[in-house]
């Protein structure tokens, strides 16, 4: 948006913005051209890898070490094809209700964005990261950061796992990362001492896959915001298995549940149940 734009206000925004967008993000040229960030798409971006040209689209930068990174996290860390996990459930539902792929698909990455579980769990532990390294640069202690952050959220975003203490993703994830020239920088070693901390406190927290990603990729450079935007999609390789098992076996057959295992306790009362009708 342009200086003069940011002046302007109400209707006088409006309409300085009729049949006016001004980006230097990117536009089609109908029958002749596509440009991303200043890039012909056919001339100078045909051959990227696909990840390659989602950093380029999300961040501007071209890093091929960046993309392979995000490629290992997505595959290592959140492509699990077992449909008990809450958004892989939906796609699984979709699947077994004979919906199309692509709505089940698209719902089940719509709840990827959990509090307890997903996106925002991601984007919590990489603003968690900066926010502790920059107050450590200014001379804070981080015991302090860790008991301040408990008291203010009850949480430390990227600390913690449901039903297993231990993250069987970290070890591959941080081998490939090293293969690779990755996961010593700053991030990553501020990402495993607040897991020394908090491993050793009375909470016995362990570091979970979601500060160990938003570490490595905020070493590489990625903002808050990038980081969330390449973990947007992250789980869909665990999402289209679980509804593509579910549309091959037989229709309404996915996890279904007898009445006879609900333990109902409210108000007893009679129904009448009619032949198309219900009252």
Known sequence: M????????????????????????GAWFAGERVVLRGKDLFVELAN?????????AITGRESKKIARLIEAIWVISTSYPDPRLWNNRIAALGGTARTTGSLAVNAASAASEATTYGLRTSKGAIDLLHRFKNKLDSGSRLEDLVLTELKRYRVVWGYGRPLIRNDERIVPLMNFAKSIGSGDGPFVKLAFEI??????????????????AAALLADEGLSIEE????????????????YIDARNQP???????????INYTGSHIKRKWLTGAYQ
């Open 48 to 56: 990227n890898r696909w990840m390659e040209f989602m950093v380029f």
């Open 2 to 25: 342009v200086k003069e734009e940011r002046i302007l206000k109400g209707p006088a925004l409006l309409k300085h913005s009729e049949d006016n967008w001004q980006t230097d993000m």
């Open 227 to 242: 980081f969330y935007y390449v973990a947007a999609l992250s789980f869909t390789g665990g999402i289209f298995p679980c």
């Open 251 to 261: 229709q309404g057959n996915f996890f279904p549940l007898s009445t006879a295992r």
């Open 195 to 212: 897991n020394d901390y908090l491993s050793n406190s009375r909470y016995k927290y362990k570091i979970n896959i979601s500060a160990v």
